[in-house]
Nanobody
Framework: QVQLVESGGGLVQAGGSLRLSCAAS????????MAWLRQAPGNEREFVAD????????SYADSVTGRFIISRDNAKNTVYLQMHSLKPEATAVYYC???????????????WGQGTQVTVSS
C-alpha cells in the first residue's frame, strides 16, 4: 500500500520556523517528483514547492520564495519543507504529493498524503 505520511506541522508564532517531513512508502519512488501544496479554509489548494527526483531541481510559489526550502533524501524516500519567517497567511493544511509525469499538473498527482496542519499566529 502506497503511503505518503506528513509530519512536523503545528502552531508557531509569526516569524518563526517549522520543518515538515513527508515519508513515502509502499513502492519505488524512483523518477517521481515530489511537491508540497497547501489549502487554507475556504481557499483552493495551491502549489507551494516541488523538487525533481534525479537532479533535485526545485521551484517555488512566489509567495514563499526566499523563505521556504524544499529538499529530499532519496535513500529515505523522504521530502522536507523548511519554512522560515512564517506569516499568518501561511496557515493551512500542507499536503505532500508525488507524480511521475511532468506533463500533469500537481492537482493530478499520482499519490497524496493526508496533510498536516500548520497554524501561524499573529
Amino acid at each position: 500500500q502506497v503511503q505518503l505520511v506528513e509530519s512536523g506541522g503545528g502552531l508557531v508564532q509569526a516569524g518563526g520556523s517549522l520543518r515538515l517531513s513527508c515519508a513515502a512508502s509502499g513502492r519505488s519512488f524512483v523518477g517521481y517528483a515530489m511537491a508540497w501544496l497547501r489549502q487554507a479554509p475556504g481557499n483552493e489548494r495551491e502549489f507551494v514547492a516541488d523538487i525533481s527526483w534525479s537532479r533535485g531541481f526545485t521551484s517555488y510559489a512566489d509567495s514563499v520564495t526566499g523563505r521556504f526550502i524544499i529538499s529530499r533524501d532519496n535513500a529515505k524516500n523522504t521530502v522536507y519543507l523548511q519554512m522560515h519567517s512564517l506569516k499568518p497567511e501561511a496557515t493551512a493544511v500542507y499536503y505532500c504529493a508525488a507524480k511521475i509525469s511532468g506533463l500533469r499538473s500537481w492537482n493530478e498527482a499520482d499519490y497524496w498524503g493526508q496533510g498536516t496542519q500548520v497554524t501561524v499566529s499573529s
